[in-house]
């Protein structure tokens, strides 16, 4: 009963912390600090029944984030990218640990998956792998993409298994397996799987995860049996904002199936960690190997182009239909003319991606602005693509779809981060200035409400030819709202953005500290 309680007590004081967010008219703030560590990790039994889920009602705004609009680390998120200095060599290595396999390997079982099989072996230092192929002619498709992806998602905050480009030769392996079935289909996947020069074998190497699989996280409601898991997943930002990086990489198979939940730890003493897996269909992959061009274009069943076909007669040509094949067999149908990032769907809809606000679109976004083209070039070139031109043009088509989400997301907010404060005066920052060449005055509309949302000081409009936004005599301005001011400022653009909310309150010690951050949703 009294682990009960305390679960109880977690939870809502957890509620109180984060969901400061969803009251319909502004909400106020006390004065404490943000959270940037959830202790959902909290030692739990193993469950018994890994698929359990309980379905609880969906939130319009996000509830796994802060006073600041952040997103704690926790079980699911481990900030990087944007939050620490990540070099492109770095980038490179990922989530590598063990590097990879050590020759010889032993074959100990044959897995069959939903597109590919794959081979589950022992390097000659114990460490279990799972060796996944395709067939060749999709093979330096699959692994080149698998590669770069897996290490964008690592990138962006997620865990990721570690993965690397694996190649052998027809001595460096050997078969542990009594089945004579099973030993011809591995002869068989290994012959369909060889390099161009047909001297070597040429797989992702995935060393497994440790601990005990559950299977994929549900996308909406929350696992049952698992305490620590206290928002449902179609209100978790770091799922919603999915929609933002899988558009990136086109991962548009992006679903359920591409989660593991994994028990860590000893039995009753560990906790749940939440991955991203198998990143193979990214890249247009999956509209090569499974001929599906408009993947990224709509969803699997459009009642819109049904109908379009059906006036039209078929002769009505789709907006994927433009593309072009690429003349590279490492390369599949990606693109970034066509790109659209309003438009762009995954096949089956995610319920993650089809609750995600512009607030989980601005956060994805702000991360992504972290990846350089210095990061892009050495992850394409570390990948091994034999052709020159091929190498080049991935590098190219990443960044102008990078350029494309970066100019749609950021315009559908405010986007004003707080810098400091300094002599009464308060600098505000807006990250989407300076990212684009573009130079020319921008105007901000600002409103100053006291902690009763009465007007404490007349709207101004400021107009700014720089990246920093000053608004003077602040203290006078805290010291009208009676010590707690809030502002709300918008961005005069075409696309009229919500207001961004700033809170700030003065401290006993005559110090005035931010204390909440809101990017509104649209109303």
């Known amino acids: 009963m009294l682990k009960s309680a305390t679960t109880t007590l977690s939870v809502l004081l957890a509620a109180m912390i984060l969901l400061w967010n969803c009251a319909p008219t502004p909400a106020t703030f006390t004065d404490g600090d943000p959270v940037y560590h959830l202790n959902d990790k909290k030692p739990i039994p193993i469950p018994k029944n890994p698929r359990s889920v309980r379905s609880l009602r969906a939130d319009k705004n996000a509830r796994d984030v802060n006073r600041l609009d952040d997103v704690p680390a926790s079980s699911w998120y481990s900030p990087r990218l944007g939050y620490q200095n990540i070099s492109p060599a770095e980038l490179v290595n990922g989530p590598a640990e063990t590097g990879l396999p050590v020759v010889p390997i032993t074959i100990i079982a044959i897995k069959h998956h939903r597109r590919h099989s794959s081979l589950v072996v ?29 290490r964008l998602f690592w990138s962006f905050g997620y865990f990721v298994p570690e993965e690397h480009i694996f190649q052998f030769s027809r001595g460096d392996y050997k078969v ?89 730890g ?45 006036a039209t007669l078929g002769f009505y040509r789709q907006e994927w239909e433009k593309k072009s094949k690429t003349p590279w067999k490492s390369v599949g149908p990606f693109e970034s003319t066509l790109f659209n990032p309003e438009k762009w769907k995954e096949i089956y809809p995610y319920a993650p991606i089809r609750k995600s606000q512009p607030a989980d679109n601005y956060w994805a976004v702000k991360i992504l602005a972290g990846l350089t083209e210095a990061h892009i070039s050495a992850l394409v070139r570390a990948a091994g693509y034999i052709n020159s031109k091929a190498r080049d043009y991935m590098i190219r088509t990443l960044v102008e779809r990078r350029k494309k989400l970066l100019q749609y997301h950021f315009n559908q907010v405010t986007p004003l981060e707080y810098i400091d404060m ?102």
């Open 122 to 150: 022992r390097d000659s230092r114990g460490i279990q792998y799972l060796l996944k192929f395709a067939p060749h002619d999709l093979n330096a498709m699959f692994t080149t993409t698998s590669f770069i992806v897996n």
């Open 176 to 264: 542990d397996i009594p089945n004579k079935d099973n030993i011809k289909n591995i002869r068989d996947l290994l012959d369909t799987s060889t390099t161009s020069n047909q001297k070597q074998y040429r797989c992702i190497a995935s060393r497994f995860v440790r601990g005990y699989p559950l299977g994929p996280a549900a996308q909406q409601g929350v696992r049952k049996e698992d305490p620590n898991d206290w928002f449902p997943h179609q209100d978790r930002r770091v799922l919603r904002a999915l929609r933002v990086f899988a558009a990136f990489t086109n991962m548009a198979d992006m679903g359920p199936h591409h989660t593991l939940d994994v028990y860590m």
């Open 266 to 310: 000893k039995p009753d003493q560990g906790h749940i960690r939440h991955y991203l897996i198998d990143f193979g269909d990214a890249f247009g992959v999956i509209a090569s190997g499974k001929n599906r061009g408009w993947a990224g274009f709509h969803h699997i069943f459009s009642l819109a182009d049904i109908l379009t076909n059906l």
């Open 422 to 523: 300094k002599e009464d005066t308060l600098y505000l920052k807006d990250i989407c200035r300076g990212l684009f060449t573009e130079k020319k005055t921008e105007y901000y509309r600002i409103k100053f409400y006291d902690q009763r949302n009465r007007q404490v000081h007349p709207a101004t409009t400021l107009g700014c030819d720089e990246s920093v936004v000053k608004i003077a005599a602040f203290c006078t301005l805290i010291d009208k709202a009676k010590g707690y001011l809030r502002l709300e400022i918008n961005k005069l653009t075409k696309t009229r953005p919500p207001v961004t909310r700033f809170h700030f309150s003065r401290q006993k010690n005559g110090t005035i500290k931010l204390i909440g951050v809101v990017h509104d949703n649209p109303v």
